[in-house]
């Protein structure tokens, strides 16, 4: 039997609607686009973050970002604020096709991990209140063990060292371009979801496998691994 590669899923937007977030930053900063604008800030300033070698947990770089954001708009952001936004980012629902799709890899035999920079206690939140932490074998997290922000290359070396009876190559599941060129400089194959807001980046390291959502995704991980 062909052994098949370890698929890693990237979680916040890939697995988890972050369209749920909408409405707070509508309220607390007057304008519901202020939700995309705060998830960039936060993507850019932890990759920033990562090039001088300083790290702090996701969450408080989402918090800073957010005050960062607040002072720009001038208006008033409180402690309260920042814990509504964190306790919505552990509650954050599953895209549709999301359970079905994971289930129908498992059932493939594919071994499935995650790979986030939430910290880990946020993660398994978040797998938990989705129904979905049972089909992970690992929960993977930057925030134990390499302490760089993806994608850092050695994040992505770090979990090649976590999993165990040799795979055959890694799978990098994620919607956002910079994750899947990242996942491509390691030497991983790489499947891009174009969630609304995402697209293909045309320069550099190309995703192996592209789909609208993890169904069309799963079908050709499917067709390519294990026909």
């Not at 194959?189 to 045309?202: G, H, S």
């Amino acid at each position: 039997m062909k052994t098949l590669p370890a698929l890693v899923f990237d979680v916040n937007e890939t697995l988890l609607d972050i369209e749920a977030l909408t409405p707070f930053f509508a309220e607390t900063l007057g304008s519901p686009q202020a939700m995309r604008e705060w998830f960039a800030q936060t993507i850019l300033y932890s990759q920033s973050l990562s090039l001088i070698d300083h790290y702090l947990p996701f969450g408080e770089l989402g918090a800073a970002t957010l005050k960062m954001q607040a002072d720009i708009a001038d208006v008033p952001v409180t402690e309260a604020d920042i814990e509504r936004l964190q306790r919505l980012m552990k509650s954050l629902p599953l895209h549709p096709e999301v359970s079905e799709a994971l289930t129908c890899l498992q059932q493939q035999g594919f071994r499935m991990f995650t790979l986030t920079n939430n910290a880990s206690a946020t993660q398994n939140a978040q797998l938990e209140n989705a129904g979905i932490v049972h089909v992970f074998e690992k929960a993977l997290s930057v925030d134990d063990r390499s302490k760089a922000f993806k994608p850092a290359l050695k994040t992505y070396r770090d979990v090649e060292s976590q999993v165990d009876d040799n795979p055959q190559g890694f799978c990098l599941i994620a919607c956002h371009s910079w994750d899947i060129v990242g996942a491509r400089a390691a030497g991983w194959d790489a499947a891009l979801i174009l969630r609304p807001n995402n697209a293909v980046l045309p320069v550099g390291p190309q995703p192996t496998f592209i789909g609208k959502n993890l169904t069309e995704i799963a079908a050709q991980l499917i067709a390519h691994y294990a026909p």
